[in-house]
């Protein structure tokens, strides 16, 4: 078929020397199809178009050499190796293999001269290489060398790197003479970057002809450009979709709305005012509302969210809000239903910790249409729960969850009914590039305005040598009746750690400072326990409360106006905010205190000295995102943005302008050019692109 041979969709099976082992190791690598094979591209180039004369190695350098065999011997007794000296009359090398087979021996002893490739070291008699890669070669005629750079491509066991190149070379061969039939790019979309064409950009990364790192740099970004133009296709495309789709119409019943308001024990701020209306504006307006709410810690999200929720409810329509932990999705129960309850709304909590006839209730709700709003975790998408109509979803603290998850709950509604609005909230403030990558499907709202009378939260870099002058202080604290919260974190630790290593320092703790009341709070308690705790302490029952990082979201206890979190090196800057957001929530002065463990290295350091000159949760992230990479946003692992082949945040950050600018503009002028855009670059990874 003719489309099949365009370079684009040609799969792998015209790949020969391919058996079904190797092919199950390409697609390993993430090759599916020929053109994926083209764009897997060498992490690093070998120079083998010079030869090094042996008296002028380097140790340190990589270089090609031959020589002459002089001998081959098989050295050292408890941790054998195998010898081969070679030598051209300016000096000689030794060859060292340790692991070997005697075939090997006897294979290398029957040379007379052989070339090799590796890097050079000083060995025991001179200089020498370990494990280098050779050649036979005949003994008099000179032997060709390379032309271009030799690439180095990332692999997997069981695929050498010769396949990989004899591959990709085979590839490169069969797209060569289609190339020609493939989309081009139009002219002037990004001045500098598409002059170079993308079949020149694939062929100079897999065999440069010399090793000019500006020519490679330039090809590299003009795919990353085009990676992340792709993407951004994909995502924008999904949002077309959708908004041709048709959506309840949300009308808030203002009548209601003001009994509800006057019902709240604060006023609103603008900011939440100038939110909510442009919600509303969204809810009603027929089309599905696909919106990202940003929002430092204590900004007041929830309220907004309420009355979202109270429009969907006064419409007769159901709202299901998604935590991310148990405990949160407990703690909005409590809220939603204690701000709800009075104008009408009845509200279920549905975890997965709630079973048998308990879950049989709350689903029967969900399914008649008795309850309106339903609040629960991650369990919210399985099967079983079926909405009777469902009109609006939230989700809280979005980087906790992927894109897919977000997806995943929409699917909930009918597929041919209309769609639900989809609110999406979050605390960890998205750099604006990583926000126009990740979410240019959402519109975005931000709350930039606190509540009034927050204090301001004086954070200290404390070493843990000094833990004993901490706890005499925390003794102080508490005898001037305020709480504090003790933070233990392991991270990448099993949870079962974790909560070992909280349940040692409540322990500890209360040794030190008997009399106090200490309690604890881990992931494996019951939500029954968790909630038992959280009361107590909320009602100032108990004096510190030792966690886990479980209460990094939601938890508002005002009087608790100290927190001490041990070993905050080991946590992202955006959780880190997080967790020290969970005081100065009430009057009465406030301290975070970052008990680290020295020695800090310098970009340790810096790190956590962002957090204490800053309190502004985008300045911190923007800086910590600079620092660290991207991967610790917004679950970028699952969203896809961390998977990109070729395209690095960190270094492409500033084409992420142009591309935004681009995708308007082919969108625009050029939509047949999505398609095969989306279908080279993002391809499996988009999972989202038909949901
Ligand atoms: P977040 O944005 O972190 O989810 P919350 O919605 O939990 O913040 O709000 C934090 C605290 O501020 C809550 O106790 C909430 O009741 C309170 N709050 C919200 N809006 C206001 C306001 N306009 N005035 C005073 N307090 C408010
Ligand atoms: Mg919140």
Same mark, same amino acid.
């Given at each position: 078929?003719?489309?099949?041979?365009?370079?684009?969709?040609?799969?792998?099976?015209?790949?020969?020397?391919?058996?079904?082992?190797?092919?199950?190791?390409?697609?390993?690598?993430?090759?599916? /199809?020929?053109?994926?094979?083209?764009?897997?591209?060498?992490?690093?180039?070998?120079?083998?178009?010079?030869?090094?004369?042996?008296?002028?190695?380097?140790?340190?350098?990589?270089?090609?050499?031959? @020589?002459?065999?002089?001998?081959?011997?098989?050295?050292?007794?408890?941790?054998?190796?195998?010898?081969?000296?070679?030598?051209?009359?300016?000096?000689?090398?030794?060859?060292?293999?340790?692991?070997?087979?005697?075939?090997?021996?006897?294979?290398?002893?029957?040379?007379?001269?052989?070339?090799?490739?590796?890097?050079?070291?000083?060995?025991?008699?001179?200089?020498?290489?370990?494990?280098?890669?050779?050649?036979?070669?005949?003994?008099t005629a000179p032997a060709p060398l390379e032309t271009g750079l030799t690439p180095?491509?990332?692999?997997?066991?069981?695929?050498?790197?010769?396949?990989?190149?004899?591959? *990709?070379?085979?590839?490169?061969?069969?797209?060569?003479?289609?190339?020609?039939?493939?989309?081009?790019?139009?002219?002037?979309?990004?001045?500098?970057?598409?002059?170079?064409?993308?079949?020149?950009?694939?062929?100079?990364?897999?065999?440069?002809?010399?090793?000019?790192?500006?020519?490679?740099?330039?090809?590299?970004?003009?795919?990353?450009?085009?990676?992340?133009?792709?993407?951004?296709?994909?995502?924008?495309?999904?949002?077309?979709?959708?908004?041709?789709?048709?959506?309840?119409?949300?009308?808030?019943?203002?009548?209601? /709305?003001?009994?509800?308001?006057?019902?709240?024990?604060?006023?609103?701020?603008?900011?939440?005012?100038?939110?909510?209306?442009?919600?509303?504006?969204?809810?009603?307006?027929?089309?599905?509302?696909?919106?990202?709410?940003?929002?430092?810690?204590?900004?007041?999200?929830?309220i907004v969210a309420a009355h979202a929720a109270l429009a969907a409810a006064s419409? @007769?329509?159901q709202t299901a809000l998604m935590a991310p932990t148990e405990l949160l999705a407990?703690?909005?129960?409590?809220?939603?239903?204690?701000?709800?309850?009075?104008?009408?709304?009845?509200?279920?909590?549905?975890?997965? /910790?709630?079973?048998?006839?308990?879950?049989?209730?709350?689903?029967?709700?969900?399914?008649?249409?008795?309850?309106?709003?339903?609040?629960?975790?991650?369990?919210?998408?399985?099967?079983?729960?079926?909405?009777?109509?469902?009109?609006?979803?939230?989700?809280?603290?979005?980087?906790?969850?992927?894109?897919?998850?977000?997806?995943?709950?929409?699917? /909930?509604?009918?597929?041919?009914?209309?769609?639900?609005?989809?609110?999406?909230?979050?605390?960890?403030?998205?750099?604006?590039?990583?926000?126009?990558?990740?979410?240019?499907?959402?519109?975005?709202?931000?709350?930039?305005?606190?509540?009034?009378?927050?204090?301001? *939260?004086?954070?200290?870099?404390?070493?843990?040598?000094?833990?004993?002058?901490?706890?005499?202080?925390?003794?102080?604290?508490?005898?001037?009746?305020?709480?504090?919260?003790?933070?233990?974190?392991?991270?990448?630790?099993?949870?079962?750690?974790?909560?070992?290593?909280?349940?040692?320092?409540?322990?500890?703790?209360?040794?030190?400072?008997?009399?106090?009341?200490?309690?604890?709070?881990?992931?494996?308690?019951?939500?029954?326990?968790?909630?038992?705790?959280?009361?107590?302490?909320?009602?100032?029952?108990?004096?510190?409360?030792?966690?886990?990082?479980?209460?990094?979201?939601?938890?508002?206890?005002?009087?608790?106006?100290?927190?001490?979190?041990?070993?905050?090196?080991?946590?992202?800057?955006?959780?880190?905010?997080?967790?020290?957001?969970?005081?100065?929530?009430?009057?009465?002065?406030?301290?975070?205190?970052?008990?680290?463990?020295?020695?800090?290295?310098?970009?340790?350091?810096?790190?956590?000295?962002?957090?204490?000159?800053?309190?502004?949760?985008?300045?911190?992230?923007?800086?910590?995102?600079?620092?660290?990479?991207?991967?610790?946003?917004?679950?970028?692992?699952?969203?896809?943005?961390?998977?990109?082949?070729?395209?690095?945040?960190?270094?492409?950050?500033?084409?992420?302008?142009?591309?935004?600018?681009?995708?308007?503009?082919?969108?625009?002028?050029?939509?047949?050019?999505?398609?095969?855009?989306?279908?080279?670059?993002?391809?499996?990874?988009?999972?989202?692109?038909?949901?």
């Amino acid at each position: 078929m003719a489309t099949s041979r365009r370079p684009d969709g040609v799969s792998l099976d015209n790949l020969q020397g391919a058996g079904t082992k190797t092919l199950s190791r390409l697609n390993k690598l993430g090759i599916f /199809k020929l053109q994926d094979l083209l764009l897997h591209l060498p992490i690093r180039y070998e120079d083998r178009t010079r030869l090094t004369p042996l008296g002028a190695l380097q140790p340190g350098q990589p270089a090609l050499v031959e @020589g002459g065999v002089a001998f081959t011997d098989v050295a050292g007794t408890s941790r054998r190796s195998l010898i081969c000296r070679i030598s051209d009359g300016t000096g000689f090398l030794d060859l060292r293999f340790f692991h070997f087979r005697p075939e090997q021996l006897r294979a290398l002893s029957s040379l007379r001269r052989i070339r090799c490739f590796g890097e050079v070291r000083v060995g025991v008699h001179g200089l020498e290489m370990i494990h280098p890669q050779y050649e036979a070669l005949p003994e008099t005629a000179p032997a060709p060398l390379e032309t271009g750079l030799t690439p180095v491509y990332p692999t997997t066991d069981g695929l050498s790197q010769q396949s990989l190149r004899r591959f *990709v070379a085979q590839a490169l061969r069969l797209a060569e003479p289609e190339h020609e039939k493939s989309f081009r790019l139009p002219p002037r979309l990004a001045p500098e970057l598409d002059a170079l064409s993308w079949w020149d950009a694939v062929r100079t990364l897999h065999r440069p002809m010399d090793d000019c790192p500006k020519a490679l740099e330039r090809a590299r970004r003009r795919l990353a450009y085009e990676e992340l133009l792709a993407h951004h296709l994909s995502l924008a495309r999904f949002r077309q979709e959708i908004r041709r789709r048709s959506a309840p119409v949300l009308n808030t019943d203002e009548a209601i /709305k003001t009994t509800f308001q006057s019902g709240l024990p604060f006023s609103l701020t603008g900011a939440q005012r100038r939110v909510i209306g442009e919600i509303e504006s969204d809810l009603r307006s027929g089309r599905p509302m696909l919106r990202l709410l940003q929002g430092d810690v204590g900004s007041g999200k929830t309220i907004v969210a309420a009355h979202a929720a109270l429009a969907a409810a006064s419409s @007769g329509w159901q709202t299901a809000l998604m935590a991310p932990t148990e405990l949160l999705a407990e703690q909005h129960f409590h809220t939603f239903s204690g701000w709800l309850e009075s104008s009408g709304v009845t509200t279920t909590l549905l975890t997965g /910790k709630i079973k048998g006839q308990g879950r049989r209730e709350a689903l029967a709700a969900i399914a008649s249409g008795a309850t309106a709003l339903v609040i629960g975790t991650h369990a919210l998408f399985q099967d079983a729960v079926e909405f009777h109509r469902l009109g609006l979803t939230i989700i809280d603290e979005q980087h906790r969850f992927g894109v897919h998850q977000r997806l995943a709950l929409r699917d /909930k509604a009918h597929p041919l009914a209309a769609l639900p609005h989809q609110l999406v909230m979050t605390a960890t403030p998205i750099p604006r590039t990583l926000a126009i990558l990740g979410y240019a499907d959402l519109d975005c709202s931000v709350l930039d305005e606190l509540p009034p009378g927050r204090t301001p *939260v004086v954070t200290r870099l404390i070493p843990s040598t000094r833990r004993g002058e901490i706890i005499d202080r925390i003794a102080n604290w508490i005898a001037r009746g305020r709480q504090a919260y003790w933070v233990c974190t392991l991270i990448d630790e099993s949870e079962a750690l974790q909560c070992e290593a909280a349940a040692n320092t409540a322990a500890s703790l209360a040794q030190t400072l008997p009399g106090l009341r200490i309690r604890l709070l881990h992931g494996r308690m019951s939500a029954a326990e968790k909630d038992g705790v959280m009361r107590e302490f909320k009602a100032g029952e108990s004096d510190i409360l030792v966690a886990t990082t479980v209460i990094e979201v939601g938890v508002d206890v005002p009087n608790a106006g100290l927190m001490i979190i041990e070993n905050p090196e080991r946590l992202g800057l955006a959780q880190l905010h997080q967790l020290r957001g969970r005081v100065g929530r009430g009057p009465g002065d406030a301290y975070c205190i970052l008990l680290y463990q020295p020695p800090l290295s310098a970009i340790g350091r810096e790190r956590l000295k962002i957090l204490k000159d800053s309190s502004d949760g985008f300045a911190i992230a923007e800086r910590d995102l600079r620092l660290r990479g991207p991967g610790e946003f917004l679950g970028v692992r699952q969203t896809g943005l961390a998977r990109f082949r070729i395209a690095d945040l960190t270094r492409d950050a500033d084409l992420i302008e142009t591309v935004s600018a681009s995708a308007e503009r082919v969108l625009e002028h050029h939509p047949e050019l999505v398609a095969p855009l989306i279908d080279r670059w993002v391809g499996r990874g988009v999972h989202y692109a038909g949901a």
